[in-house]
């Protein structure tokens, strides 16, 4: 089985609904055509999403395979400071690193994600085909990146949140 295959984990709808109603995201950097959050504008592995910028919207949504986060977070900054775009970017929770602290003055809010307690308060991404469904060993957070003039001169926000999964 592929490592590309193996990062390939889809966003529950639930949690994408969520951040969709809140930031009305017009691209899905990191997709492809199974997994698309936003019909009709996402971008795959051919349009090479970390060095082709152009190709990105104003208000980007992005769950990157968390092999190489710190690329997807300095891409997402790069479009924040020079293309005035937003981005809303799923990673694990590590604030504690080096990329973390090179981004942190492009981030407007920092939200530690909850599941339900039957999920171990963490989210349960979708497995690509192929890949055998587990429980997530990491929690979760979105970090939203935005232009300057949105951040106006603070820190990152951090706060918990807790995303309800639908009733059925």
């Known amino acids: 089985m592929s490592a590309e295959k193996r ?3 889809e966003t529950p709808k639930h949690i994408f609904d969520y951040f969709d109603r809140l930031y009305d995201f017009d691209c899905d950097v990191c997709a492809d ?3 698309a959050k936003v019909p009709g504008r996402w971008i795959g592995k051919d349009w ?21 986060p710190a ?18 970017i799923l990673l694990n929770v590590c604030m504690d690193t080096i990329y973390y602290a090179k981004n942190e003055r492009f ?13 171990n308060g963490r989210i349960q991404f979708i497995p690509a085909p192929g890949i055998k469904a ?5 929690g979760q957070m ?15 926000r951090i706060e918990t949140l807790r995303i309800p999964r639908p009733k059925k």
Request: net charge positive; aromatic share 10%.
């Open 7 to 9: 990062q390939a984990w």
């Open 33 to 35: 055509a199974k997994n």
């Open 48 to 68: 090479d999403a970390l060095s082709n910028h152009s190709v990105w919207g104003e208000r980007n949504f992005c769950n990157p395979p968390y092999s190489n």
């Open 71 to 88: 690329a997807w977070l300095a891409a997402a900054a790069y479009r924040a400071e020079f293309c005035n775009a937003s981005t809303l």
């Open 107 to 119: 981030m407007d809010t920092v939200s530690i994600l909850k599941g339900n307690e039957k999920e």
């Open 134 to 138: 587990s429980t997530n060993s990491k």
């Open 142 to 156: 979105s970090i939203l990146i935005t232009p300057w003039s949105v951040r106006a001169q603070r820190g990152p």
